[in-house]
């Protein structure tokens, strides 16, 4: 499960695997709404927020 909180609305969320294939994408996310990765195998990830300032990415590291 991943959390997102922002002061700033998010348009949308997206989760990319190294090579910049697309694995999840969420439209109108909501501040503090779970996004469940558990469909995701291990490994590492770019997750990418797109708000009115622009796009935004952190790494995002799937363990279990």
């Known amino acids: 499960i991943?959390?997102?909180y922002s002061k700033a609305e998010i348009?949308?969320?997206s989760i990319?695997?190294?090579t910049g294939k697309q694995m999840m994408?969420?439209?109108n996310y909501t501040s503090?709404?779970?996004?469940?990765?558990s469909s995701l195998p291990q490994g590492c990830y770019i997750l990418r927020t797109e708000n009115n300032t622009g796009?935004?990415?952190k790494l995002l590291n799937i363990t279990r």
Do not use: E, P
């Open 2 to 4: 991943v959390t997102l």
């Open 11 to 13: 348009n949308a969320v």
């Open 16 to 18: 990319l695997d190294l």
């Open 25 to 27: 994408k969420i439209r």
């Open 32 to 37: 503090g709404t779970s996004i469940d990765v």
């Open 55 to 57: 796009l935004h990415q």
